[in-house]
């Protein structure tokens, strides 16, 4: 007869990845085939919190975007990529780190805002294509 303890004492059991459904031992902060964070401590480590968020921003840019995510990167990245410009109009000549730095981070959003919309227009326009 086997109780709950023994369950989960096999050595097979491990945490599932929930992007590529790989098995992954269960001490795994990221998955071993994808590099999705897995578990409870992925996000625990500075180093790790960043790897995971650039994850996701990857997964947005790379692969084929859903609506929902095309939409959140227009909400996170969009006043980024407005704010920029219409600060080199309103402030001062003196203050040119903060340009530099606002300027900076506009062109990103904006690269991460046209990476995201690009894949999304191409790879609906594919799948409609493979339907039809």
Not at 9 to 27: A, M, Q, R, Y
Not at 71 to 96: D, H, K, N
Not at 111 to 123: A, D, G, H, P, S
Request: net charge neutral; with cysteine.
């Amino acid at each position: 007869m086997s109780t709950e303890s023994d369950t989960h004492s096999h050595p097979e059991d491990g945490v599932i990845c929930p992007k590529c459904l790989l098995s992954n031992s269960t001490t795994a902060a990221f998955c071993a085939e994808c590099g999705a964070p897995i578990g409870m401590i992925a996000t625990t480590d500075p180093i790790q919190h960043i790897h995971a968020e650039g994850f996701a921003y990857r997964a947005a840019v790379d692969g084929p975007p859903s609506r929902i995510v095309l939409i959140g990167m227009w909400l996170l990245f969009g006043p980024f990529a407005l704010v920029g410009p219409s600060l080199l109009l309103s402030l001062p000549s003196a203050r040119v780190p903060e340009l530099v730095a606002w300027n900076v981070a506009s062109a990103c959003a904006l690269v991460v805002l046209f990476r995201t919309t690009r894949n999304y227009i191409v790879k609906s326009r594919l799948a409609h294509d493979r339907s039809a």
